[in-house]
């Protein structure tokens, strides 16, 4: 059994920010891609950023030279810091990580943490 527990979600006025942390604990033996994506009320979940074991890492158009993803393989963790943040960034946030437990990778997800950024 593997836990993803989000942390850092919040109110922030538009123009501030937050940082989110991910964990993922359990019967883990490596993880692939971790990341984070997004649901706003009315909407499907987006994709936000992704970075793999390797380092590469790919984000949303709309979040592009505002959002930074990161992680530390050792700790199991990844991180999303948010500037600038715009009241359309509104969203439960989750974190997301393909997770190694045995012979099969399997797909996990966290319970979500709200982001509410004010104008």
């Known amino acids: 059994q593997v836990q993803l527990v989000e942390s850092g979600g919040g109110l922030v006025q538009a123009g501030g920010s937050l940082r989110l942390s991910c964990a993922a604990s359990g019967s883990i033996i490596s993880i692939n891609a971790m990341g984070w994506y997004r649901q706003a009320p009315g909407k499907q979940r987006e994709l936000v950023a992704v970075?793999?074991?390797?380092?590469?890492?790919n984000y949303a158009d709309s979040v592009k030279g505002r959002f930074t993803i990161s992680r530390d393989n050792a700790k199991n963790t990844v991180d999303l810091q948010m500037n600038s943040l715009k009241p359309e960034d509104t969203a439960v946030y989750y974190c997301n990580a393909g997770v190694r437990g045995g012979y099969y990778v399997m797909d996990y997800w966290g319970k979500g943490t709200l982001v509410t950024v004010s104008p």
């Open positions: 970075i793999t074991s390797g380092g590469s890492i």
